[in-house]
């Protein structure tokens, strides 16, 4: 048959951040960098930051990493056609983060997302679907983040791992604090705590 | 188009995790098995962008910096077309690039490499396809240069590119390279993909037609992207 083959993936690379984020690359150039702002001002639902480390093997930060987040509105609409439900004004449900250089922490302010359709009438838990990409990972890797105060029992997804226990990998844990919510989710790109890594 | 699944990747098309000549894969690597999953929306759906988000210079790597003159370097032009495995264009969809300058140098912190700063070289761009699914980029052509894996390695002259597609499921990062260049076949990262034909798909290839006499040498640079289904069988994504 005569498919075109899709063109292979190469690594981001460790100057990611001149094309994605230039500012943190230290210049400016575009008037707009992408993927600031993923809920926009007008998005209902709870605001929520949340924040992690990107782990490799030896259990060391990876502070080149670079992620990006795919998520829906807090009643669980995607700003995309094949949804085709309404959302905010300015609610793009992307965005782009990297890391501090020093630490290897990163974070992003959203609003927590709502249940969004599953496959055959399912309903998938709230999540929010990451991308991850840094020199030394030829494809990227796709994961979810779901939340700890939510009911995740019956997520078709989460339901997949075997590993009951590996699926706690996918669960950011909240905290409360005079700044406002945050989740946790630390991510370990390799060894016995592993994050479930998903083939989308 | 009704929602449909986009075909699987085919992973041995693709470099695999774990490619012990590319050092930095070695503790960058899953060591589980990737979980499968059917489409859902959470994959069929990703951002959508418009005109708006960019500015019309973007594209233009040899005005989009300037400092009062132009980049050093080997005018080039890279354009092509965004594509899905069905041979369809993918229509208003990002594409976007970052690269050294002619002397191999990237304008960013991290980068110590002794070949200077181009003052007037910022060396990232971006644009829109249009509804053919066509982009172009006006740019130098980027230096080869030293990195540290095995002591002498360099990487051959390469663009990255970034894309976009219609859903998350279709996200890209991918580099180009131009034919001809010895350095090709003497690169870990690129020999990381298993295949010479795949490893072909990323070498853009001289386009003499698109040259523009005595100012710009061309380059064609076709990116193929996921396909998906046209039908759907009785497994729906949607319950209704």
């Not at chain 1, 093997?57 to 807090?74: M, Y």
């Not at chain 2, 663009?159 to 690169?187: M, N, W």
């Amino acid at each position: 048959m005569p498919y075109l083959k899709e063109t292979p993936s190469q690594t981001a690379g460790p100057y990611v951040h001149i094309g994605l984020a230039p500012k943190a690359a230290g210049f400016d150039i575009f008037k707009q960098e992408l993927g600031w702002d993923i809920a926009g001002p007008n998005a209902k639902g709870e605001r929520i930051r949340i924040e992690g480390c990107v782990y490799d093997g030896t259990g060391a930060p990876i502070k080149d990493v670079l992620l990006e987040a795919w998520q829906a509105n807090a009643q669980g609409h995607y700003a995309h056609p094949e949804d085709g439900r309404e959302v905010e004004d300015d609610f793009r449900g992307w965005g782009r983060v990297i890391t501090d250089f020093d630490t290897g922490l990163w974070g992003f302010e959203t609003v927590k997302p709502g249940a969004t359709k599953g496959r055959n009438g399912s309903t998938q838990a709230p999540h929010i679907n990451l991308w991850i990409v840094a020199r030394g990972i030829n494809l990227g890797l796709n994961t979810r983040l779901y939340f700890d105060d939510c009911d995740n029992s019956a997520d078709p997804v989460l339901n997949l791992i075997e590993q009951v226990h590996r699926r706690q990998t996918l669960i950011a844990t909240r905290h409360v604090s005079d700044e406002g919510v945050t989740y946790r989710f630390d991510i370990h790109i390799q060894g016995a705590d592993e994050t479930v890594f998903l083939d989308i | 188009m009704k929602p449909a699944e986009y075909y699987m990747r085919d992973r041995q098309h693709h470099a695999p995790a774990l490619t012990p000549e590319y050092k930095t894969s070695v503790t960058r690597s899953p060591q589980y098995a990737l979980l499968s999953l059917e489409n859902s929306l959470s994959e069929i759906t990703g951002p959508v962008f418009s005109h708006n988000d960019i500015d019309a210079l973007d594209n233009d790597l040899i005005k989009n910096y300037t400092h009062g003159g132009d980049p050093i370097g080997e005018r080039i032009i890279v354009h092509g077309r965004v594509l899905d495995e069905n041979a369809r264009p993918v229509p208003n969809t990002m594409v976007e690039i970052w690269q050294a300058n002619a002397g191999g140098r990237y304008r960013h912190k991290k980068d110590t490499y002794l070949a200077p700063i181009d003052p007037n070289f910022g060396g990232c761009g971006r644009t829109m396809t249009d509804a053919d699914g066509y982009y172009f980029f006006r740019t130098v052509k980027p230096g080869a240069y030293p990195w540290r894996n095995w002591v002498n390695n360099w990487r051959p002259a390469h663009i990255h590119v970034s894309v976009f597609g219609a859903a998350f499921a279709q996200r890209l990062i991918t580099q180009l390279y131009f034919e001809g260049d010895p350095l090709i076949a003497k690169c870990p990262i690129v020999q990381t993909v298993p295949d010479a034909e795949a490893i072909d798909q990323m070498v853009a290839k001289l386009d003499l037609n698109a040259t523009i006499p005595l100012d710009s040498i061309a380059y064609r640079f076709d990116i193929v992207l996921r396909g998906r289904r046209s039908t759907l069988f009785e497994n729906r994504l949607e319950g209704n």
